[in-house]
């Protein structure tokens, strides 16, 4: 998933679920590209996923790697999952 999450709010809880069930196989990956933005400039969607660690409790599998560029800024996070 590339910059998806903001699209599909408020159902990104719903899709992760379908997405680990379904179409995942065991031991299947999930890789996760994702803009955050400042709390003050974030406009949308902070109400279910403000910052990246809101984004972890929502997808709830193993993080084989994360990447965090210009974390004190507008930032982006890579990140591989495991099921």
Do not use: C
């Amino acid at each position: 998933m590339s910059q998806l999450m903001w699209y599909v709010l408020p159902k990104f809880e719903k899709i992760v679920t379908h997405l680990k069930e379904q179409n995942l196989k065991s031991g299947g990956y999930l890789l996760v590209n994702q803009t955050f933005y400042k709390p003050h400039e974030q406009k949308y969607g902070k109400e279910f996923v403000s910052s990246v660690e809101d984004m972890l409790r929502v997808i709830k599998m193993n993080i084989v790697e994360m990447i965090e560029l210009n974390r004190p800024s507008n930032h982006n996070a890579v990140i591989l999952f495991k099921k």
